[in-house]
Every structure is written in C-alpha cells, then in structure tokens.
C-alpha cells in the first residue's frame, strides 16, 4: 500500500483520518496512518490545548490540522474577528432564530445552564478566524501538513503554511476545483465524492476520482467520499490516488469521544439514512436526516443562510445537542456519509487500521489471481 506520499510524510500507510477528536488523531498516527484534527471548533486558546495533548501522545509521528476557509462566504475580506462577527450578528433574521428555539423546544431538548450560551457563535468558517488557527498549529513541529476543507486557500495562508516547512492540502468536489488549487500552489489534493460526510459536491466518487487525477497529475490525489473498507482503498489506488481521506469511520471507534446515544444512532443508521442539507452551515453538507433537517426544507419554514449565518443560528442546537445527546437525537447535527451503512461495529482504531490494511490485501490478491497464467 505504501505511495510516494508516504515517504513525504513519514508514515506508514496512506490512510488519512479526518476527526475531531485527539485521541483518535494520536491513534490513527501511532498506528501508522495520519491523524488529522478537525479545527473549525476550537478557538486558537483551545486548539492549542488540543494540539499539546497530540503532541504528548503521539510518540514521534506526524499528524495534520483542517481548517475552513471557504472561498466564498458573508463578510468575506473582514480581517478582525470581533468586528466580523458582530457585523454576522446584525446579518440574522430574528424569525430564523426564533423559528430554531421553537424547533429544540418543540422537541424537548434542554436550555443550556446560565453562562454556558453558544448561540450566535462565530466559528473558524472565515479567513479572520481559521488564520489564527495556522497560526497556532504551525508551533508545533508534529504538524507536518494542513488542510482547508472549503475552497482554495488563500494565497497568505499558503505562504505562511509552505514557508513553514509544512504541506498544504484542499479538498474539492469537481476537476474545475481541482485545478484552481494546483494553480495556487496547493501540494496535494483532496477529491471528495458526494456520498461523503460533511460538505460535499453532487458527483460520486467512482465517477469524480479519476477526473481529478487526470486534470491535476502530477500533484498527488487523496481520495475522499464513502471510504470504509480495504476494497474501496485499493479502488481508490488503482485509479491514480497516492492514498484516502477518510472521516465518517473514526465516529464510532472506541477511542472516539462521540457521545453513546449518538454512537448508537450511527451504528444503526444505513446509506439511505443521510442527506445533504445546508441547515446547519449553510453550504450542502451530507449528515443524518432529522427532525431539524426536514424542517428546513419546508416551504412554510425560512430558508438556510449562507455560511457562516447559519451556524449563528445552528450553533446553540449543537451546543445543546453535545450536552443532551440523549434527549436530542431528533435534531443534533449527525455529519457522517453514506458508509454509515458499513459501520456497524465499536473497533479500537488499530484494529480498523489493520483491518483496512488487510482488506486491501485481499482485494489486490483478487485482483492479481485475474490476471493469465505465464505460457
């Protein structure tokens, strides 16, 4: 399985894991592949908490860091934070905030404690936001690549991140995409099918991942988008990519810090159970369908917001959602794609490596008993 990417990063296997959670980014690491912690949650203050901890646990390998910075979004160009995110602020509708208070009252899930408030929150969606974030990740020397999951990044980031040593990734959705990072200078690409979790384009994998191979070689390829198994690894491979980007696993694996309920709710949800909603971010994102997603899609009901508004107003329904899993699974933001039909298991992530390690195996094997005897 070992790629050129694999000597570029120092790591074992070309198994990326997307996640937010630190323990399994160390995990996924120690294991040979390369964890990458999910960034968009966390202020700069928290997120070097978060890296501490990595860099603690997870030996001598690398690991990587995702950002967001879309390439379009409200108040793009707005370098200061505090003042963007008032401008945001004064940007929602109140019947947008009024219409979610009534959908988590209306299904039961508890008000927060006094203090505790996320609602209207300005997450790391925005350049103002995510470049504080580089910023952070690029002290610590285990960090050897960063990715920006929406968009190409900007130009000042890229510098910033390559002038550090470091390696630049974005993930796409279209060949069109792809070529806009190549031309930024980004090293290595993401093609992300739809069937994936979290923001996605509309074209499957199988039909998107050997476009973005052709219309960007020799830049390396990661492919992204309903990856769960060995056999989809070696699809993956024989089609051009140096290796996979994967995410939607790492949610119930036991290191994962994925509240029970809703690791439960995973475990027996099948493919047809998500969809892409911009409900929560306000860009098409495929997650569980709920009672929240349904719901925005009402004609009677407002409209999503672009990003980062919707999160404005999405963000007190996750906050709750974190701390009442139990009692708001009919409305909790559920990113995962459609290999959520595959995960009907709680693995140790060294386990899933070795079994994604040895499915690829078996597949290549396959493969190669296809081919005709010697004469």
């Not at 309903?226 to 051009?240: D, Y």
Request: include cysteine; proline fraction near 7%.
């Amino acid at each position: 399985m070992r790629t050129p990417i694999c000597d570029e990063l120092g790591i074992e296997f070309p198994i990326f894991a997307f996640t937010h959670c630190r323990d399994v980014v160390a995990a996924v690491s120690k294991a040979g592949g390369f964890g990458v912690l999910g960034a968009v949650g966390f202020t700069p203050e928290q997120l070097e908490v978060e890296l501490e901890w990595i860099d603690d646990h997870v030996g001598d390998k690398p690991y990587g860091v995702d950002i967001v910075i879309p390439g379009k979004y409200e108040g793009m160009g707005d370098s200061d934070p505090e003042h963007l995110a008032e401008t945001l602020r004064q940007m929602v509708p109140k019947e947008h905030l009024e219409f979610a208070r009534k959908l988590l009252a209306d299904h039961g899930v508890p008000e927060l404690p006094e203090g505790e408030g996320n609602e209207m929150r300005l997450l790391g969606w925005t350049e103002a936001t995510a470049m504080p974030q580089i910023e952070t990740a690029l002290r610590h020397p285990k960090v050897s690549l960063i990715a920006n999951a929406l968009g190409t990044p900007p130009a000042d980031a890229i510098e910033k991140i390559q002038g550090a040593g470091l390696k630049v990734a974005a993930l796409c959705g279209s060949p069109h995409q792809a070529k806009k990072h190549v031309e930024a200078g980004v090293d290595i690409v993401i093609g992300q099918g739809g069937e994936g979790g979290g923001h996605t384009g509309e074209v499957g994998s199988i039909v998107l991942w050997p476009q973005i191979v052709k219309a960007v070689a020799p830049t390396p390829v990661l492919a992204a988008g309903g990856i769960g198994s060995g056999e989809q690894i070696a699809a993956a491979l024989a089609m051009g990519a140096q290796g996979v980007w994967t995410g939607s696993l790492w949610l119930t694996v036991e290191e994962a810090d994925t509240a029970p309920a809703q690791r439960q709710q995973l475990l027996d949800a099948t493919s047809r159970d998500t969809v892409r909603s911009r409900s929560f971010t306000g860009k098409p994102a495929r997650m569980l369908r709920n009672r929240w997603t349904e719901a925005w899609e009402r004609p009677d009901t407002p409209d999503p917001l672009p990003m980062p508004l919707q999160y404005m107003v999405s963000g007190d329904c996750v906050a709750r959602s974190h701390r009442y899993a139990d009692k708001a699974l009919d409305v909790m933001f559920n990113p995962v794609g459609q290999v959520v039909g595959q995960m009907n298991s709680i693995e140790k992530v060294s386990a899933v490596i070795q079994r994604l390690v040895e499915e690829y195996l078996e597949a290549v094997d396959r493969l190669n008993a296809l081919q005709p005897a010697e004469v």
